[in-house]
């Protein structure tokens, strides 16, 4: 206490040796450009001079983190994103006849730092051009951001079939699969971020296109659901389904979707030209006996037209969903009302 005394009296009676309370408060206030100094003294010798220097450093990293997340600055993502030893994702492209959508599809997955592959599913009759090929693998090198340039490859089908886009792929450094149409941009922070979800629980489905069932009618022993579209889970925040069209899934789904899942299912969505989403979604859920995540973000439709705009896509997808759940002989889709977002890039929740 009479080493603090003494620290006073000398830091206040330097002008003039009087000493004044009336000055000693304003000091302690920040009015006179001694009471700065004075604190620092005081911290000095309560937590020593490398323990005010450490206390300092924190708070000064406090204020600037506060700051970054006020201002909303844009961090770097990790590079263990697209560290091959944590695998980063491959990008499973589905295309068909639609080559200038598909150039601009491979061009900005190729920019999203966790890519570590891209994969184009061709099901055309003809193969893709050697000038085309040429092209999207400049496009790939071109627009990579890291050192580590992504595998690109066409995996090619003789068939136009819908199943095709869940074949195995020979090569596969990574677990994580993105699965994307060809006319679907999903920001590539959004679609980093969505990895680190998927990283949390990768046995389930995680992606930005929820969808939902509801029981509609049980007459004479038979059940029927009802397919719901975006207003569904707008309105009632609740969804079982996350399409294909833009998730993440673990790779073993390639493996079980073609070889263990029943083929009256490959049948269906053969003769259909359609569902292969819904029975990866029925596939998933019915081995993980868990929902699907929806992560939260804005992703953007290139494409001027697609099969959910034809005439009749709602009740096709009705019976898909219907007949589906008889093959399989029970109800495997978990609703649920969770998502995930990156609190980073939201004012409310």
């Given at each position: 206490?009479?080493?603090l005394i003494a620290i006073r009296d000398a830091a206040l009676n330097g002008n003039g040796g009087e000493y004044s309370p009336a000055k000693e408060?304003?000091?302690?206030?920040?009015?006179?450009?001694?009471?700065?100094?004075?604190?620092?003294?005081?911290?000095?010798?309560?937590?020593?001079?490398?323990?005010?220097?450490?206390?300092?450093?924190?708070?000064?990293?406090?204020?600037?983190?506060?700051?970054?997340?006020?201002?909303?600055?844009?961090?770097?993502?990790?590079?263990?994103?697209?560290?091959?030893?944590?695998?980063?994702?491959?990008?499973?492209?589905?295309?068909?006849?639609?080559?200038?959508?598909?150039?601009?599809?491979?061009?900005?997955?190729?920019?999203?730092?966790?890519?570590?592959?891209?994969?184009?599913?061709?099901?055309?009759?003809?193969?893709?051009?050697?000038?085309?090929?040429?092209?999207?693998?400049?496009?790939?090198?071109?627009?990579?951001?890291?050192?580590?340039?992504?595998?690109?490859?066409?995996?090619?089908?003789?068939?136009?079939?819908?199943?095709?886009?869940?074949?195995?792929?020979?090569?596969?450094?990574?677990?994580?699969?993105?699965?994307?149409?060809?006319?679907?941009?999903?920001?590539?922070?959004?679609?980093?971020?969505?990895?680190?979800?998927?990283?949390?629980?990768?046995?389930?489905?995680?992606?930005?296109?929820?969808?939902?069932?509801?029981?509609?009618?049980?007459?004479?022993?038979?059940?029927?659901?009802?397919?719901?579209?975006?207003?569904?889970?707008?309105?009632?925040?609740?969804?079982?389904?996350?399409?294909?069209?833009?998730?993440?899934?673990?790779?073993?789904?390639?493996?079980?979707?073609?070889?263990?899942?029943?083929?009256?299912?490959?049948?269906?969505?053969?003769?259909?030209?359609?569902?292969?989403?819904?029975?990866?979604?029925?596939?998933?859920?019915?081995?993980?006996?868990?929902?699907?995540?929806?992560?939260?973000?804005?992703?953007?439709?290139?494409?001027?037209?697609?099969?959910?705009?034809?005439?009749?896509?709602?009740?096709?997808?009705?019976?898909?969903?219907?007949?589906?759940?008889?093959?399989?002989?029970?109800?495997?889709?978990?609703?649920?009302?969770?998502?995930?977002?990156?609190?980073?890039?939201?004012?409310?929740?």
């Amino acid at each position: 206490m009479s080493a603090l005394i003494a620290i006073r009296d000398a830091a206040l009676n330097g002008n003039g040796g009087e000493y004044s309370p009336a000055k000693e408060k304003a000091s302690n206030r920040g009015v006179y450009n001694g009471g700065l100094p004075l604190l620092h003294l005081r911290l000095r010798l309560l937590f020593g001079s490398a323990k005010y220097k450490l206390l300092l450093l924190l708070c000064l990293l406090s204020v600037l983190y506060l700051l970054s997340s006020f201002m909303g600055w844009k961090p770097q993502y990790s590079s263990s994103i697209s560290s091959t030893s944590r695998g980063g994702y491959t990008v499973l492209i589905n295309t068909w006849k639609r080559n200038s959508l598909l150039k601009q599809s491979v061009a900005h997955y190729a920019s999203c730092y966790g890519t570590d592959a891209i994969r184009v599913v061709w099901s055309e009759s003809d193969p893709p051009s050697d000038k085309l090929k040429d092209y999207l693998k400049n496009v790939v090198l071109k627009k990579s951001q890291t050192a580590h340039k992504p595998n690109f490859r066409f995996d090619l089908n003789e068939e136009d079939n819908l199943n095709n886009r869940f074949k195995p792929i020979e090569d596969l450094r990574t677990d994580a699969i993105f699965s994307v149409d060809d006319d679907v941009i999903v920001p590539c922070p959004t679609l980093d971020f969505a990895f680190t979800v998927w990283q949390t629980a990768p046995l389930t489905m995680v992606g930005f296109v929820p969808r939902m069932h509801w029981l509609k009618k049980e007459k004479n022993g038979m059940v029927h659901y009802q397919y719901g579209g975006w207003w569904s889970v707008w309105w009632t925040g609740t969804y079982s389904m996350v399409l294909s069209k833009a998730a993440f899934f673990h790779k073993k789904y390639l493996e079980l979707y073609t070889h263990s899942m029943p083929a009256s299912l490959h049948d269906y969505v053969s003769r259909e030209r359609n569902c292969e989403d819904i029975a990866m979604s029925l596939l998933v859920a019915n081995a993980t006996e868990a929902p699907p995540m929806w992560v939260k973000g804005k992703i953007y439709e290139i494409g001027s037209s697609g099969i959910s705009s034809l005439n009749g896509h709602s009740e096709t997808r009705n019976k898909c969903l219907n007949d589906f759940i008889s093959l399989y002989g029970t109800m495997p889709l978990v609703p649920t009302n969770v998502k995930a977002g990156d609190a980073r890039q939201e004012w409310f929740w």
